[in-house]
């Protein structure tokens, strides 16, 4: 085969040539001013890359516990690109991880150096990186040219030259670069770790010849042991309860430690670990000073704030920030200790948490990405149907929260092959009904039906097609935008023609074989309502016949608690709500909790609140989903919303839910929305974009700014950005 | 989400039912004798991963050169299965390349044990191994218990508990594991190289302060540096020439060398090169006693031989075999010194000198597999059109030579997701027409057309679609037998309704627009003969108005010389191929050849003969479609090649090319066919399978058994197994 000598003078017209006709359109302006490099990657890989790593740490009693799900790879060989027109000579830095090779205007550069000087004018600069370990990054560095997000990358350069010798390049899938926060040519990706910090032990009781450390708290992290020296092993029994702890035989996570009296006096364990306590147990011929530990956490601001007259309330929101900002981490994770996996169904809530704590877009970006992984599509996200949906569903919110449409733009490919994925898995009805290798989730609940088709994952599909049809027009397809619109409207017909009982006014659970059956769930009816699927008599019918129908199959999961709260705060019941959370998350409270659990039965005696799935200690104590507080008050309390993409315009429809004061803090991509609310005052401040404050009073309330009567005791303020509004009323 | 913890007794059952709904249909027939074990992995993934590392090797003057196509890469999580009914406990110790969760009967073992006791009766034994940075393969070895071919692998397991705690496991593709050699737990697939050996040089003379040194022949491996003292850069230039390694400033490989003073005495370069000069230059602070090299090579028994009357020819067949050899290493590549990457073109050439050489199955399938890839397909195997085609009627031969059906079984998914996506870039005509982003390679000729519908790639797909119907055959799956079967036929129609010249009895060249171009190439013309779809007239009227006029475009390539003497053959032009063998090759070993070429050009005067690419030395001297006499020599004068799969039924039909005598071997599946023919005599000694011999005599032949007179003075003789034939006969 002939060699693949590049022709200097030949190669870079056609190369300018080529790029205008590759498969995605890229603004590819030419980068003539200063900037600064960061390292880039393909887009997507170094989030496939480290959730491999990160959710391959699981381990149980040392054993690694894998998921059972498809992993993907970064591409290990791709070719960077960038074109720049300089004004005078540059002096450019390389850096790389894994072996390069580099053309200037198409011809090759002998060696793999560390620097070059590219002289004045126009050039391509193109690397073709190979790292089968890792992950294929560079890091550019020079006065005109850097890496940044203006680059292109692809996985097939596909640079061939004919008969004549001339350099030949159509059909390359160029895309935008992917790219994070190392702007540092020494803070390499693949060196990537959390932050740390060191924490002491709160108290130390001695076991037997060990001692039992307390770190007062639910933590995540690194054992430190300081002053060790001699020969032998040293046992560490970790415990998120005392109770494990102490249970060498049953603990859920432990580590043997082995010394050869060569080490250094302080030792830092090498994995981490989710506890609050831990045992240690050393030979005798091993002795130590103390241990401490090394907190492992994702540097975020904690911009939502909430805060109120009732003291247990706001202690819950507190314990739910630091639950949530526990399972933050390389991504939003369901809980630490196990499965420290990254469930789709389980990050939908922490993405909608996250807009009212966090607002970190980077962490919902990389968790979407590391579900979503690569090409081909062999099975559902985490091999579960309503999984994959509710990743489409996540997209959707994440535009409507965040306005951004960059992630969009990238990835609509990858969007589409799910759906189309998805899609293809219809039964002939048009419905999504399991085949071999489907997973139907939807709750953890004793006889929940969830064989042929199910209302539930129907009204899921609807959603994400509607997430589909904005993502297309975001993406600039338009036959794909009216395609999906259109499935979404038949699919949304369809739910209502077969599931809505038209007698009863609910919603039905489950056909079989073209048979309806005549159960009827909260699953399909809660979300009806919060998608705002159902009108109004709909709503109120649901809220009667199903929510508050004792008689409907109980939901026994915070999972799907999350839901019915919001369904029910949909509808108005927020001083109901405030009980139920009070007694929830306040029963977990009193037993101690530092962090919310992956379930609570306040029927359940001592240690029965530690076990799960027939093992002592087997339930997670610092679970995402027992975080929602945090989205119930922001959403349905302060009562913050968007109602156009990235707040252009929100909405503030603020509830007490029967208590005295209530205030905080909500963040949105243009700063924070704060208000404070009291029954007779409501302060606002607000942010870019047009906020629509919402209010009932029982007299004609007062105020700085211009206030409409919407009628039946409800009244509007318009909030311009910046700008304190004071309105006095009386709450009804 | 929920744990995944296992519940021993109730997975047991689910394990087993599961396993007979998987995916494939997998003979799951439990190990209950004693066997050996090898280490296993994801069927193809160490092809892959081996050939992404071989072919990034490739460098020019330091610079790497990968690729210009996508690489696949291995899976990182692999679960390996097997069944199995003990008699007796067994002690099992556990290799794994990666870190392992271990389920016995879907009960997952605490740690990562070394050895595990598994009592006697049924189980099921399970490993998930994670490795990102090279290939999960494990390595099991009990009394009973061994992993070998008869386990499988899935890359998404699919195994999760419902909410009563059960294991469930659906739609798991399970596939049998990939293996090679790897028979013992040291040697590693990571750890794989080629063997080597150490070679003296030949000769030694002196350049300036440095030295020449000549290895004698054409060569690859590693330098070799002994009693290397001081401090101080060395110089290694390499040459396939002496003119090349002369030259510093343009010889194509190099190696500079830093020494610190603290180094061993001898010193192996880590990076292979193709060579047989090196010049050595070291700073005068250097000094070290003599130089050699560790030949690498590929063990492989040289089974096909060819012997004659004719010294020179012999000369040939011989450093043909050492070209292929030198070519024939981790896979089939095209030169050792450039590209060393695996074109689909080049390796289908080696299949075919190879079934004559060495008849090294493995070869073919590990070269195959690395082509392929995996999903998802997103251009042409090397980008190029032809070459997808090639790699079917690859198998198609593989199929007939060796009659090995477990390569088509368990690779069959690939072949076909790959024929779909070369048919669905088929043009509206069903022709296959190049669209953005492939390559039409065919040959290198100035003026060769290669736009619109070109004959030779629709002859190509015909072909193809011929080995997918028997492969889907081979398969089971009779739909898909069925419809290639008949798109094939299609194919084969349309090619001679549009493209055959019924006035004028050749194969057109292109049409364009749809608009017929008047053009006649050797293309097509050549390969219908050699394909047998021709009939006789058409074959006559081709040689006469194609394949000997000398107005059509000529072929200068010995990649197309190949299959233009193929077809000469194929008519019965031995003699004047043997005239065209002896310029050809005889040209090259008279100017020194010590392997051949990448092309050869009679008219070429001195350093000429270095040259390509408009580089001095851009010829690759050893290129492995310069040993098509292999192929010649055994197929078209020894005469000898399969009637059905795997030589069950053979042709003998030997042509002394005008010598006086041809004697060699030719391998089989069963033992090699032996022959020697002179002008009186005819000695054959068969193998397992019917053979026929088939020669033509003036006068009526004798000999030891029946011989049938065919007509026109053809004879035949049936050869069976293992007895020596011996015929005396007149030729003509």
Same mark, same amino acid.
């Given at each position: 085969?002939?060699?693949?000598? /590049?022709?200097?003078?030949?190669?870079?017209?056609?190369?300018?040539?080529?790029?205008?006709?590759? !498969?995605?359109?890229?603004?590819?302006?030419?980068?003539?001013?200063?900037?600064?490099?960061?390292?880039?990657?393909?887009?997507?890989?170094?989030?496939?890359?480290?959730?491999?790593?990160?959710?391959?740490?699981?381990?149980?009693?040392?054993?690694?516990?894998?998921?059972?799900?498809?992993?993907?790879?970064?591409?290990?060989?791709?070719?960077?690109?960038?074109?720049?027109?300089?004004?005078?000579?540059?002096?450019? *830095?390389?850096?790389?991880?894994?072996?390069?090779?580099?053309?200037?205007?198409?011809?090759?550069?002998?060696?793999?150096?560390?620097? #070059?000087?590219?002289?004045?004018?126009?050039?391509?600069?193109?690397?073709?990186?190979? !790292?089968?370990?890792?992950?294929?990054?560079?890091?550019?560095?020079?006065?005109?040219?850097?890496?940044?997000?203006?680059?292109?990358?692809?996985?097939?350069?596909?640079?061939?030259?004919?008969?004549?010798?001339?350099?030949?390049?159509?059909?390359?899938?160029?895309?935008?670069?992917?790219?994070?926060?190392?702007?540092?040519?020494?803070?390499?990706?693949?060196?990537?770790?959390?932050? *740390?910090?060191?924490?002491?032990?709160?108290?130390?009781?001695?076991? %037997?010849?060990?001692?039992?450390?307390?770190?007062?708290?639910?933590?995540? %992290?690194?054992?430190?042991?300081?002053?060790?020296?001699?020969?032998?092993?040293?046992?560490?029994?970790?415990?998120?309860?005392?109770?494990?702890?102490?249970?060498?035989?049953?603990?859920?996570?432990?580590?043997?430690?082995?010394?050869?009296?060569?080490?250094?006096?302080?030792?830092?364990?090498?994995?981490?670990?989710?506890?609050?306590?831990?045992?240690?147990?050393?030979?005798?011929?091993?002795?130590?000073?103390?241990?401490?530990?090394?907190?492992?956490?994702?540097?975020?601001?904690?911009?939502? =704030?909430?805060?109120?007259?009732?003291?247990?309330?706001?202690?819950?929101?507190? #314990?739910?920030?630091?639950?949530?900002?526990?399972?933050?981490?390389?991504?939003?994770?369901?809980?630490?200790?196990?499965?420290?996996?990254?469930?789709?169904?389980?990050?939908?809530?922490?993405?909608?948490?996250? /807009?009212?704590?966090?607002?970190?877009?980077?962490?919902?970006?990389?968790?979407?990405?590391?579900?979503?992984?690569?090409?081909?599509?062999?099975?559902?996200?985490?091999?579960?149907?309503?999984?994959?949906?509710?990743?489409?569903?996540?997209?959707?919110?994440?535009?409507?929260?965040?306005?951004?449409?960059?992630?969009?733009?990238?990835?609509?490919?990858?969007?589409?092959?799910?759906?189309?994925? #998805?899609?293809?898995?219809? !039964?002939?009805?048009?419905?999504?009904?399991?085949?071999?290798?489907?997973?139907?989730?939807?709750?953890?609940?004793? %006889? @929940?039906?969830?064989?042929?088709?199910?209302?539930?994952?129907?009204?899921?599909?609807?959603?994400?097609?509607?997430?589909?049809?904005?993502?297309?027009?975001?993406?600039?397809?338009?036959?794909?935008?009216?395609?999906?619109?259109?499935?979404?409207?038949?699919?949304?017909?369809?739910?209502?023609? #077969?599931?809505?009982?038209?007698?009863?006014?609910?919603? =039905?659970?489950?056909?079989?074989?073209?048979?309806?059956?005549?159960?009827?769930?909260? /699953?399909?009816?809660?979300?009806?309502?919060?998608?705002?699927?159902?009108?109004?008599?709909?709503?109120?019918?649901?809220?009667?016949?199903?929510?508050?129908?004792?008689?409907?199959?109980?939901?026994?999961?915070?999972?799907?608690?999350?839901?019915?709260?919001?369904?029910?705060?949909?509808?108005?019941?927020?001083?109901?709500?405030?009980?139920?959370?009070?007694?929830?998350? %306040?029963?977990? @409270?009193?037993?101690?909790?530092?962090?919310?659990?992956?379930?609570?039965?306040?029927?359940?005696?001592?240690?029965?609140?530690?076990?799960?799935?027939?093992?002592?200690?087997?339930?997670?104590?610092?679970?995402?989903?027992?975080?929602?507080?945090?989205?119930?008050?922001?959403?349905?309390?302060?009562?913050?919303?968007?109602?156009?993409?990235?707040?252009?315009?929100?909405?503030?429809?603020?509830?007490?839910?029967?208590?005295?004061?209530?205030?905080?803090?909500?963040?949105?991509?243009?700063?924070?929305?704060?208000?404070?609310?009291?029954?007779?005052?409501?302060?606002?401040?607000?942010?870019?974009?047009?906020?629509?404050?919402?209010?009932?009073?029982?007299?004609?309330?007062?105020?700085?700014?211009?206030?409409? !009567?919407?009628?039946?005791?409800?009244?509007?303020?318009?909030?311009?950005?910046?700008?304190?509004?004071?309105?006095?009323?009386?709450?009804?």
């Amino acid at each position: 085969m002939k060699s693949l000598k /590049y022709s200097f003078i030949k190669i870079a017209a056609i190369l300018i040539i080529s790029l205008c006709s590759c !498969n995605i359109a890229i603004s590819q302006e030419e980068n003539i001013g200063e900037s600064s490099a960061t390292w880039i990657w393909y887009p997507g890989d170094f989030e496939i890359w480290l959730s491999n790593k990160m959710q391959v740490r699981r381990t149980e009693r040392e054993a690694v516990f894998p998921p059972l799900w498809r992993y993907y790879s970064p591409f290990p060989l791709v070719t960077f690109q960038t074109d720049v027109n300089l004004p005078e000579e540059d002096e450019v *830095t390389i850096y790389s991880e894994g072996s390069f090779q580099l053309l200037i205007d198409g011809k090759q550069i002998y060696g793999q150096p560390k620097s #070059v000087t590219i002289e004045a004018g126009k050039h391509t600069i193109s690397l073709k990186v190979y !790292n089968q370990e890792f992950l294929p990054s560079i890091y550019i560095q020079g006065k005109y040219i850097n890496s940044d997000e203006s680059w292109i990358v692809t996985n097939e350069d596909k640079l061939w030259i004919d008969e004549k010798g001339n350099a030949q390049q159509s059909g390359t899938p160029w895309k935008p670069v992917g790219s994070w926060k190392f702007n540092s040519p020494v803070e390499k990706p693949s060196d990537f770790r959390l932050e *740390t910090e060191p924490w002491n032990a709160k108290t130390i009781e001695p076991i %037997g010849d060990g001692e039992l450390v307390d770190f007062g708290k639910e933590t995540f %992290g690194y054992i430190k042991i300081h002053g060790i020296k001699g020969e032998g092993r040293l046992a560490l029994y970790y415990g998120e309860s005392r109770e494990e702890a102490l249970d060498p035989a049953k603990c859920e996570t432990l580590d043997y430690i082995k010394f050869n009296g060569s080490q250094a006096l302080e030792y830092t364990h090498d994995e981490s670990k989710a506890f609050r306590y831990v045992q240690v147990q050393a030979d005798p011929s091993i002795k130590y000073d103390s241990i401490s530990m090394l907190y492992e956490y994702l540097p975020l601001d904690y911009r939502g =704030k909430f805060n109120s007259s009732d003291g247990l309330l706001n202690e819950i929101w507190d #314990v739910s920030a630091y639950t949530m900002h526990l399972t933050s981490r390389e991504f939003f994770i369901d809980g630490i200790k196990r499965d420290r996996w990254i469930w789709s169904g389980d990050a939908y809530q922490s993405y909608l948490m996250n /807009y009212y704590l966090f607002f970190d877009n980077n962490s919902v970006e990389r968790t979407l990405l590391a579900l979503r992984g690569k090409e081909p599509i062999t099975a559902h996200i985490n091999t579960i149907m309503d999984y994959s949906l509710y990743w489409f569903v996540g997209i959707y919110d994440y535009y409507l929260y965040t306005g951004d449409i960059s992630f969009i733009e990238q990835f609509y490919p990858r969007m589409k092959s799910l759906m189309e994925f #998805v899609l293809g898995r219809r !039964n002939k009805s048009g419905f999504l009904e399991p085949l071999e290798g489907d997973w139907v989730f939807i709750d953890w609940a004793d %006889g @929940l039906p969830k064989t042929g088709e199910v209302s539930f994952e129907q009204m899921l599909l609807a959603r994400s097609l509607q997430a589909m049809s904005k993502s297309a027009e975001i993406a600039g397809d338009k036959n794909d935008q009216k395609r999906y619109e259109n499935l979404a409207k038949q699919m949304q017909e369809k739910l209502f023609d #077969v599931f809505w009982d038209e007698e009863n006014q609910v919603m =039905k659970h489950q056909r079989i074989n073209g048979e309806m059956q005549e159960t009827v769930t909260r /699953y399909a009816n809660m979300f009806g309502i919060f998608f705002n699927y159902f009108n109004e008599d709909q709503k109120q019918s649901v809220k009667e016949k199903v929510l508050l129908n004792d008689d409907i199959l109980e939901i026994t999961t915070p999972y799907m608690r999350f839901y019915e709260l919001e369904a029910l705060c949909a509808i108005g019941e927020q001083e109901y709500v405030l009980e139920e959370i009070r007694d929830y998350w %306040g029963g977990m @409270l009193e037993l101690g909790a530092t962090s919310f659990w992956e379930k609570y039965d306040p029927s359940d005696e001592g240690d029965e609140h530690l076990s799960m799935y027939g093992r002592p200690y087997g339930k997670s104590l610092c679970h995402a989903w027992g975080a929602s507080p945090i989205y119930l008050f922001g959403k349905y309390y302060l009562g913050i919303k968007p109602t156009a993409a990235g707040y252009t315009q929100y909405e503030i429809r603020p509830n007490l839910g029967g208590l005295d004061w209530i205030e905080g803090k909500v963040p949105t991509p243009n700063g924070d929305i704060e208000i404070y609310v009291s029954k007779k005052e409501i302060r606002v401040t607000g942010v870019k974009g047009e906020g629509n404050l919402i209010f009932t009073s029982k007299s004609k309330p007062k105020g700085t700014a211009k206030i409409t !009567n919407l009628g039946n005791d409800e009244y509007e303020v318009i909030i311009n950005p910046d700008k304190e509004y004071k309105i006095s009323y009386k709450a009804i």
